[in-house]
C-alpha cells in the first residue's frame, strides 16, 4: 500500500486490471454454420448470404452474389422446387421463408434493368465442347466461359435451353424470360452450334481440337410400357406432347383426355391438355397422393385448374373411345398390386409420363465411360471413365430438375477447369448445418410469409399465361428480412450487449466482432443470446 | 451516461455492484463516483444534488444506485425522504431478490417459496414466506413521483430507452431492474438473460413505464409461458420439482403471475393482421 494520509481521495487504478479471462474453462468463439437452405440447393447456391444482402435493399450485390453459382435467378425462380424452403428453419417457426419468390425478383429486376454477367477472365487457350445446350450445359458454359476457356456449345434442337424450352411448359416459365438469361450467357462469348446432333463424342472432340468436353444431353427418350391399342386409338408421349406445343405445333387430342404417370411431368402435361381445350383431363396413377413423386405446389394447381385424378389405378388397354383401368391396392411395401377389379373411362386420347431416359449412343465409341441401367458412372467431380470427359444433368442423375442440372453444370465446370490445369479438384470444406436447436428465436419479429398473386383459375384453363405472379418490392424485401441467418452472423450487437465483462469487441460495420480474451470469463451468455447460432462454446486447453 | 452526455455524479450504496467495480484501489467508473454507506446513497444523492445546484451545475445530473437489499431493506427510509422532497436523483435499483454477495440471505424483495441461507427448503412451508413482500415500484408510484419505471436485463434497449427518459424529467425518479443472480438463483451463467425473459414472459415480473403515479405505458408478454417454465430452470425453487412437483405452491406462484396480468394489462397483444407496415419500417 501507498503511504498515505488517513482519509483522503484516493487515485483509482483501472479495474482492467484484473483479467478475469483467467476464470475461464470454455471459450466462445464466432463460428459460420451452413444454413440449411444452402446445403439444400441442389444447384450450390449459397441462399442465406444473397438474402443477408438484400434484407438491405442492396439488390444488385444480392444478384451478384446469387448469379456466383447460377445464371438463371428468374428461371429458377419461376420453375424451381425449392428444396431451400422445405429445410428452412424459420418453418419451425412460422412459415419457411419464400425464398423462390426473392429469387425471381432479383431475376427479373437484373432483366429489367440490364445488369450483366461478369465478363471472362482472361484466356486459357483451353478448349472445351458442351454437348446440350439445357440447363446443365448452359450452365457449365457460363462458368467456364468465366474461368477463361473457350466454350463450343452444340445442341441438336433449333433453339437453346433445352427441356427448359422445350418441357416446360410456358404457363411456368414465359419465354421472354428463358431468352433474355439464355442471351445474356451467350454473350460473354460462347460459340454456338444448333441443329447439330452430335453422334459421336470422341470423333467430336478430335476433329473440334477440343480439351474436354462436358455431355449433358438430357433425358429425352419416354419411356413407354406395352399397352394395347386399337388403331384408332390415339397414344402419345407426354415429352413429345410437351415439344410439340413449345414449337407451336399442338397435336389434336379431344375433348377426353387421360395422363397416365404421377410424376411433374404428368401434371405439366394435363394442365396443358386443358389449356388446349381439352374439357376433361384425367391423370391416371398406380400409386395414392402420398407417394406420388409429384411435388405438392404443383398438383394443387393442377387440381385447381379443374384437372382430376384416377389415384390407384393401372392402364391395361385402350379400347375404341375408351381406356380399361384396372384397379390397385398398396401392399405393406407401398408397391401397386392388381386386384382384379376394371373399370372403363372415356377417353379421345392417351399421354404417357412414364418418365425418360437417356439417348446414349453418342458414347458408344468411347469405351472407358461405363454406363450402369442407362446412367452415365461419373466420379464426384462428374468426370467419366473416359478422362476430360464428363457428364451430368438428367443424363447422370436420379433427381431430374433444372436446379440439379445447373448445379452439376457448375460442378463439372470446376472439374474440367482443374483437368485443363492439372490440379487436383478442391472439394469444399465441410461445415456444421446450423440447425433449429442452434438458434435463439426470441429475437426474431413474428412475421407471417408473404403470398405471390395467382392468376385467376378462370383464366387458367384458356391461356398459356404465367400462373404465379411476382413479389412486389416491398413484399420481396419484407419475404427477405425474415430470414433468420442461420449460423451467419448479422451484426445484431447481441452478444456485443449481453457481456457482462464488456469483453466483445465491435470491429465496425460488416467487420463483425473479436472476444477480447484477457477479460472473457467464458460465461457462454453470448452463445445463447445469439441468434442465428454463429457462436460456439469451445473446452480451453488446461 | 450517454444519456447526460457523461455530465453525471453516481453515487453507491454497499452491494455486489461495488465488490465488481471497484475493489480498492481500482475502479471501473469513468466517472465522479460516491461510495458513503450502505443505508444512505439516496440521501447522499440528495446532498451531491443540491451541491450541483448551488454550484450553478444545472447540467450534471445525479444517480444513485443500489442492490434490492440496499433500496428495500437498508436504504429505504432515505429512499423514501429523497422520493417525498422531489430531490432531483435517478435512484437505480438492481434486483437481484436477496443479499448475494453475503452469501444469498433473504431480503424485502425475495419472492416467495425462494430458497436462501435465512428461507431454508425445509418444514412445511419451504423457503421464503407468502407475504405482500416490498413492491417499491409500487411504493415509488405512491409517492407519485415524476417518473417509475422497471426494466430486466433480457432486453437491452428497452433499459437504455427508460433511462433516456427518465433524464427529460426533473425530480425523483426510479428505476428497477430485474438482474438474476445465477449464484443465488441457482442458475447456470448463460442461462441468466433467458431467466429474466421468462420473468418477463410469465407476467411474474411487470415491465411498465409510470408517470405521477400514472402507469403510462407496459410491455406485453409475447409468449406467454406457465411459472413452472422459469421457477424449474432455477435451483432455489428446486424443492418444488422433487419427486412430486408441489403443485399447490407453483399454483400460488401462478396466481401471482396471473394477478400481474390483469393489474397491468400484461396480456399478449393479439397478432396484427397487417404487419408488413410494422417490419418494414
Known sequence: MKDLPFAITLDVGSSRANRTGSWRVERPVYVDRLPPCTDACPAGEEVQQWLYRAETGDYRGAWERLIEINPFPAVMGRIC???????????????????????RFLGDLALEQGWPLPSAHGDSGKRVLVVGAGPAGLSASYQLRRLGHHVGLVDSAPKLGGMMRYGIPAYRLPRPVLDAEIARIIDLGIDVDLGHAVLDVELERRVGHFDAVFVAIGAQ???????????????????????????????????RVAVYGGGDTALDAARTVRRL???????????????????????????????TMRWLSSVTRFDPDHLVLEKMHLNEAGFPEPTGEFEALDVDSLILALGQETDLSLLESARDIQVEEGVIEVTPTLMTGEPGVFAGGDAVSEQRTATVAIGHGRRAARGIDAFLSGR??????????????????????????????????????????????AFAQTNALFEARRCLSCGNCFEC?????????????????????????????????????????????????? | MRATGGRLVAVNATGCLEVFSTPSPESSWRVAWLHSLFANAPAVATGVAAAMKVKGHADVRVVAQAGDGGTVDIGFGCLSGMFERNDDVLFICYDNEAYMNTGVQRSGATPPAARTATTEAVGPE???????????????????????ATATVADLHDLEDKVQRAMEFRGARYLHILVPCPLGWGLDSKDTIRVARLAKETGLFPVFEAEHGQIRTVSHIR??????????????????????????????IQAIA????????????????????????
Open chain 1, 81 to 103: 422446387y425449392h428444396p431451400c424452403e422445405t429445410v428452412c428453419n424459420r418453418a419451425q417457426l412460422d412459415e419457411a421463408v419464400g425464398i423462390n419468390g426473392i429469387e
Open chain 1, 221 to 255: 427418350l419416354a419411356r413407354r410400357v406395352e399397352i394395347p391399342a386399337g388403331d384408332s386409338a390415339r397414344v402419345l408421349d407426354a415429352i413429345t406432347l410437351l415439344h410439340r406445343v413449345n414449337n407451336d405445333d399442338p397435336p389434336l387430342l379431344g375433348r
Open chain 1, 277 to 307: 381445350g381439352a374439357t376433361d383431363a384425367v391423370i391416371v396413377y398406380r400409386r395414392n397422393r402420398e407417394r406420388m413423386p409429384a411435388h405438392g405446389d404443383e398438383l394443387e394447381q393442377a387440381l385447381g385448374e379443374g384437372v
Open chain 1, 424 to 469: 487436383e479438384p478442391a472439394s469444399p470444406a465441410s461445415r456444421e448445418i446450423a440447425s433449429f436447436e442452434h438458434l435463439n428465436t426470441w429475437y426474431y419479429a413474428d412475421a407471417p410469409r408473404q403470398t405471390r398473386p395467382e392468376l385467376e383459375r378462370a383464366r387458367r384453363a384458356s391461356t398459356f399465361d404465367e400462373v404465379v405472379g
Open chain 1, 493 to 542: 450487437d447481441n452478444c456485443f450487449g449481453v457481456c457482462p465483462d464488456n469483453a466483445v469487441i465491435k470491429l465496425g460495420p460488416s467487420q463483425r466482432y473479436e472476444i477480447d480474451y484477457d477479460f472473457c470469463k467464458g460465461c457462454g451468455m453470448c452463445v445463447q443470446e445469439c441468434p442465428c447460432g454463429a457462436i460456439e462454446m469451445i473446452p480451453e486447453q488446461i
Open chain 2, 126 to 148: 419451504p423457503g421464503n414466506v407468502f407475504g405482500q413482500g416490498k413492491n417499491l415500484p409500487r411504493i415509488a408510484m405512491a409517492h407519485e413521483i415524476p417518473y417509475v
Open chain 2, 223 to 252: 409468449h406467454q409461458v406457465p411459472v413452472e417454465e422459469y421457477l424449474s430452470i432455477q435451483r432455489r425453487y428446486a424443492h418444488l420439482f422433487r419427486e412430486q412437483p408441489n403443485k399447490a405452491v407453483i399454483a400460488r
Open chain 2, 258 to 281: 396471473d394477478r400481474n396480468i390483469a393489474r397491468y394489462g400484461l396480456a399478449p397483444i393479439p397478432p396484427h393482421e397487417d404487419v408488413s407496415q410494422g417490419v418494414n419500417a
